[in-house]
């Protein structure tokens, strides 16, 4: 018996390149080894069907999902409601979404061009408030949901050279307290996951190209270490098993770096 038998959970940038090192795909493992069926999406459709694969070699899915239907940019809304609509047709009404698409760039805050910070916000902050409102307005009229965004450390204090990100992933924070509080009343939680440093494929050439950046995370850390996928397994299962009167909030898992006002310990 899981804790989440009998759920359907949607998974949106729950994908990886070898199905496993990302958030969302660690994320979708997660619930799926609690019970859920866990379906995960994003753009790269090689993403999509290696993910799919390795879920489900761990719980088969009774019937394969359709890797086109899964795969799709997070901002295109029709796409959002075929997939939500064959989803719940083959699977069950989706009781748990996950926002974890993200993208992020590096530049001086007087440098970042104009289309970076078109395309962190829509991916980064309009992509999820959609898709809440596409599958939250669902939740709602059955009165009964959770849905978990993924925040970030920036959503809570600033780093430098990532100022569009860091406001994108402030936006996501503020949004998921905004809904969390606007839909309390029809028992949907809304709540979000500020991760620290975990290495991936979004954040890998930065850190790469700059190790200096990578000591100074880990010596504003208190944990004095990088974050796993696994740290974010008890956040992601209690914010998808909680109360409705749970909500609105965002929790870092980020080995005290948001707490600390003196790093190192
Ligand atoms: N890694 C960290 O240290 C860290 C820390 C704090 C917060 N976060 C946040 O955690 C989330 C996951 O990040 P990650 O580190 O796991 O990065 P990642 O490995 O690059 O995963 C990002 C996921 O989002 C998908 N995606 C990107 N743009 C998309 C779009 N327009 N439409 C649909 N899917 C899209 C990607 O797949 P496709 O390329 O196939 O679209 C992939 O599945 C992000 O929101 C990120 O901001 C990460």
Known sequence: MGLLDGRVALVIGGTASDGKTSIGAAIARFLAEEGAVALPTSRNRLKVEKTVEVLHSMR????????????????????LISCCN??????????????????????????TPRDQWESILSVNVLSVARS?????????????????NIASETSLRAIPYVSAYGTSKGAVRLLTAHLGCEWA??????????????????????????????????QATPAQRLGTFEDLRAAT??????????TGITVPVDGGMSAALFAPY
């Open 60 to 79: 088969p899915y009774e019937s394969f999902p359709d890797i086109d239907l899964l795969s799709f940019d997070a901002r295109d809304d029709q796409a």
């Open 237 to 246: 299962i209690f914010l998808t098993t909680c109360t409705p009167y749970v």
């Open 86 to 111: 064959y989803i719940e047709d083959k699977f069950g009404p989706i009781s748990i979404l996950v926002n974890a698409q993200g993208i992020i760039t590096r530049y001086d805050a007087v440098a």
């Open 132 to 148: 809440c409102q596409i599958v939250g307005g669902r939740m709602i009229q059955r009165r009964a949901g959770h849905i978990v």
């Open 185 to 218: 009343r029809y028992n949907v939680c809304v709540n979000a996951i500020a991760p620290g440093v975990i290495v991936t494929e979004l954040n890998r050439p930065i850190l790469e190209r700059e190790p200096a950046r990578l000591e100074r995370f880990l």
